[in-house]
């Protein structure tokens, strides 16, 4: 019976979780692998014991020790963001551990030189924790889905932004309001800016594109939108389009280029990605032969993120003991076989559209914008004029078919130099199921 | 680069499917393994010739000549029923090939003996597409979520029941007329008994079952209940009730029992497993450490089974090329770990239910059926008792907190013994998202 010992650096909530995972499923793990998979020593300079239930677990405050220590067989690396976390992943594969990690900053933005890095020193490196928390979603995209040429990706993978959006559609209150609360209950951070404005979203996407399509992409790249410019009449006029709001990351593959973004999302009803509420997360995949499939799951906690980085350390103890290391390519395609593509401009873009318009209550504004959306090639779909109200703007809100995004930008730009109208109109692009590879 | 080689028994809908998969993902395949894996033969006594396009794949109506040569690594069985499949994938695992299938039916009543033969001759049995179709859903098990212990799992793994609940609550159309429609549609078989009475659903709940505990368990110990006697009445009373009709597995672990069976159940429109439609399958799984997770996708199909089929060979072809066979146990359990589970008496286990009684119209009727509940301790949530008919019964509806199967069993005995009930009472199970562990 072979020992696989773990060295963990980062005893925060999700390495805590992984300590409580290895613990509690200790008896489980080696019934089905046949291996002891132990926490042997914990790296953190930030805490001075460890509980007493992790009395076979050694505490220190020297990672590099822990690093260059011959008895640790794998590094977990969950201390998240770039510094000093890239310095300890680089230094374990230069050690010749095998690394697990969660963080899709780091990989995000430096994944490139780490898995170059893992690949000449025949290390393998895990990361199924870093997209959709708790959810198999990058086993399944590696393994599950070897023989399929992904069309697509979309999915709702922030769960403090969809948990905003939830609330805001049940309740009808403002973003502000439902963040303060979210913050005051521990769903969201004290600096939100990566979830609310989509930046981890990103993150994720572009650790997704990398397997998907054996691409180089950083998520930097990514055209992204978050959702704090939404107000809750969106939400309201959404629903009378029949569709929800979502913080959607969008990806389709094109063959010669692809497109990546991250922005809200108006999803109609009919759509499984409409029905994803609260913190949860879910990943959309269309493949050519398997098509349509969905991972659901939650997207973030400490014992389901523990459960995601406990699979990773499982598979890697399971390759060291078959002696079959580099058996599955950490990216999905070997790498050699990863190569640049180029990404679609937004301008490009296709998709049809919500605007809210701000206009004063007069004649012949809605004849105006019209033709303006008329010269542009964008063809209305429907309009919705609310109520008069007592004074101010009123809200003209429109649905479009299928327009490309540089005939919107330019359609807008009009519209909102029209004297008529008060505000910058807000726009939100609609979920296109026939583009989406939708059957 | 090593090539594996394929050996297809069966060109029907999924073994033609595998083959186009195979085909058309090669290169892809070489990428992403370093392999080539080659559908080198295909054994079918019922063509004469393959499509031009398989040129490098002979042809042979001598399965057990290509099970016994050498130069085959993988056979993969999709005849589908018990025998002749049985004894070629015996015979398979005796000449020391690894196996890959789709046979549900098969394995859930004879995989004792399939998977006891294959450790002793230390080779593999993929079976990916025997459940939910193109959905990774065994891999998620085995591999995604092997630190859990798994608390529960629901789901709809019947792509014809759903299809035809799915057109009756769209169109408020009867069972036998969508039934006799999915026929000529290609979306139901000519016999479509294991379909619609729930047996297949049986099998694919059997063998969830066998790897999420590490259990013994064939599919006709399974408590089985289809969705012929469904009434579009029903189904639009769960309507008003907040719910749809599904038929679900479901199966929840009490660690020395465990609960089995599949019949169709109210699931609140607020559980993701109301808003599954069509043909779709949904697998949701509570695990101890990753919490809620549900995986969607195709539950059957030309290609979509096809990926999955590959899927399994790759991950057998990869542990061909790396030494790793038996890396990963079949089951998900080690051989030795699996043991005898009791399964829960039905009479024991407690939901909230559904009933809908047709009895005369006249006074004290509902007194009467309310003093039988009361009496056997079964507490009424709701009665919808629908406007007079001009003549014949009227249907009484009743929704009921948590009760036990045996009081409602003999509470029902006596309430259609009353003089006044004309028809059985239909009763159906609600889902008890406490009791199957949602949070």
Tied chains: 1, 2.
Excluded at 17 to 35: H, I
Excluded at 224 to 237: A, L
Excluded at 412 to 435: F, G
Aim: charged share 20%; hydrophobic share 45%.
């Amino acid at each position: 019976m072979k020992t696989i010992n773990v060295g963990l650096i980062g005893f925060g909530t999700v390495g805590s979780g992984l300590a409580e995972v290895l613990l509690s499923q200790q008896e489980r793990l080696l019934q089905r692998s046949g291996l002891t998979v132990r926490l042997a020593r914990v790296a953190d300079i930030m805490i001075s014991e460890l509980p007493a239930r992790f009395a076979d677990t050694e505490l220190t405050n020297d990672a590099e020790g822990m690093i260059n220590d011959p008895d640790i067989d794998i590094i977990v690396e969950l201390i998240g963001g770039i510094q000093p976390a890239k310095t300890f992943v680089m230094d374990a594969i230069a050690a010749g551990k095998h690394v697990v990690t969660a963080n899709k900053a780091l990989l995000s933005q430096e994944g490139k030189e780490i898995f170059a890095a893992a690949a000449a020193k025949g290390v393998e490196v895990g990361f199924e924790a870093s997209v959709g928390g708790g959810i198999p979603v990058i086993k399944s995209l590696k393994e599950g889905l070897v023989a399929n040429k992904i069309l697509s990706i979309m999915g709702i993978m922030n769960g403090t932004a969809n948990y905003i959006l939830t609330r805001m559609t049940d309740e009808g209150i403002a973003f502000a309001d439902v963040l303060k609360d979210a913050q005051e209950l521990g769903f969201a951070e004290a600096d939100p800016t990566y979830d609310i404005e989509g930046i981890d979203t990103a993150h994720k996407l572009a650790i997704l594109m990398t397997m998907a399509y054996g691409m180089n992409i950083t998520h930097d790249e990514i055209a992204t939108e978050g959702i704090s410019q939404i107000e809750p009449m969106d939400i309201e006029f959404a629903r009378e389009f029949g569709c929800r709001i979502k913080l959607l990351a969008i990806s389709r593959n094109h063959d010669d280029n692809v497109e990546a973004r991250v922005h809200p999302t108006m999803v109609p009803e009919s759509h499984l990605l409409s029905s994803i509420n609260g913190a949860y997360n879910a990943i959309h995949f269309t493949g050519d032969t398997v098509g349509n499939v969905l991972l659901y799951g939650p997207g973030a906690g400490k014992l389901p993120t523990g459960s995601a980085v406990a699979a990773d350390v499982v598979d890697i103890a399971r390759d060291i003991a078959a002696g079959s290391v580099g058996r599955v390519p950490s990216l999905s395609y070997l790498p050699g076989e990863i190569r640049d593509i180029a990404i679609t401009p937004m301008e490009k873009l296709s998709c049809p559209w919500y605007f809210r318009i701000s206009a004063k209550d007069e004649p012949g504004v809605l004849a105006a914008i019209a033709g303006i959306l008329s010269r542009h090639g964008i063809s209305i779909e429907s309009v919705i004029q609310k109520g008069r109200q007592q004074s101010g703007p009123v809200s003209i809100v429109i649905s479009t078919h299928t327009a490309q995004e540089s005939s919107v930008l330019a359609a807008l730009t009009e519209i909102d130099a029209l004297e008529v109208v008060s505000l910058p109109t807000v726009k939100i692009r609609m979920l296109d199921e026939t583009a989406s590879f939708e059957d």
